[in-house]
């Protein structure tokens, strides 16, 4: 299922005129949720199921570390990882993703699991009280998808690859890195009716910056020193990140 969008819908936010509009998290996911890369991690197992090598990951791989190297912007080389698989099918990416997930969980069992404990935490807190949780990040469905089931995420937003005859062309609608999370963020507390002062943002680098500003409160994850520094001047909580982070197993 490409389901990149919307994972599962939450419903209807205006259903019950009585009920007082809901609150949401907006969680970054790549070392905010896992202790992991996505992209490039699916990219490198992507590549094992086809027989490839791991010269060919490096080569593949070396070209992205170059380009963010030479401070080629973040969604710019967004755009260039998603060229690598211009020609793939939907259908066969989407199981690959299952597969990653399930290789991820095996691999991270003896550091104590794939995901973060204190920002699973707090999802889980948030699924408690009610809110709408939703996931934004620059992966896409391959990734997303199993990890947005297996954290009951009520939607999860990425990069949108363009895809034609059921193949990706290997360019996207927009990289969802940077401002183009502020304003997904945005749009969804616009269009589903959220109570702005009950939406929290989280997320570990600088390029989260624009998410965290537009939600009504923020966390950071990590010690990214840009983020720090608005964490001290906004009176935003800081949670470890790696390495520090305690990581978990759900």
């Not at 949401?24 to 790549?30: C, E, I, L, S």
């Not at 949720?33 to 992507?46: C, D, E, P």
């Not at 966390?219 to 001047?233: C, H, I, K, N, S």
Request: overall charge positive; some cysteine.
């Amino acid at each position: 299922m490409f389901a990149t969008e919307v994972t599962r819908h939450a419903g209807d936010a205006a259903a019950g005129a009585a009920e007082p509009p809901p609150g949401a998290a907006f969680f970054d996911v790549d070392e905010t949720l896992i202790g992991v890369k996505s992209m490039f991690r699916f990219l490198g197992h992507y590549l094992r199921l086809r027989g490839e090598s791991q010269q060919v990951y490096e080569r593949l791989t070396g070209q992205l570390r170059r380009e963010a190297a030479a401070g080629v912007p973040r969604e710019h080389v967004n755009r260039s990882y998603y060229r690598l698989f211009a020609g793939q099918p939907v259908e066969r990416l989407a199981r690959a993703g299952r597969d990653w997930y399930r290789w991820e969980q095996r691999e991270a069992a003896a550091d104590g699991g794939l995901f973060l404990a204190g920002p699973v935490d707090e999802l889980r807190r948030h699924q408690r009280r009610g809110d709408v949780v939703h996931l934004l990040s620059g992966s896409f469905f391959a990734c997303l998808d199993p990890l947005a089931e297996a954290l009951g995420a009520d939607a999860a937003l990425g990069t949108r690859p363009v895809v034609r005859r059921g193949e990706l062309t290997g360019e996207v609608l927009r990289p969802m890195i940077g401002a183009a999370k502020g304003r997904a963020l945005a749009l969804a507390v616009g269009l589903r009716g959220y109570d702005g002062a009950r939406c929290h943002a989280y997320g570990d680098h600088a390029s989260d910056l624009p998410m965290l500003a537009a939600a009504g409160s923020a966390t950071v994850v990590g010690d990214d020193p840009v983020l720090g520094e608005e964490a001290r001047r906004r009176g935003w909580r800081v949670l470890p990140g790696l390495p520090a982070a305690a990581r978990t197993a759900l």
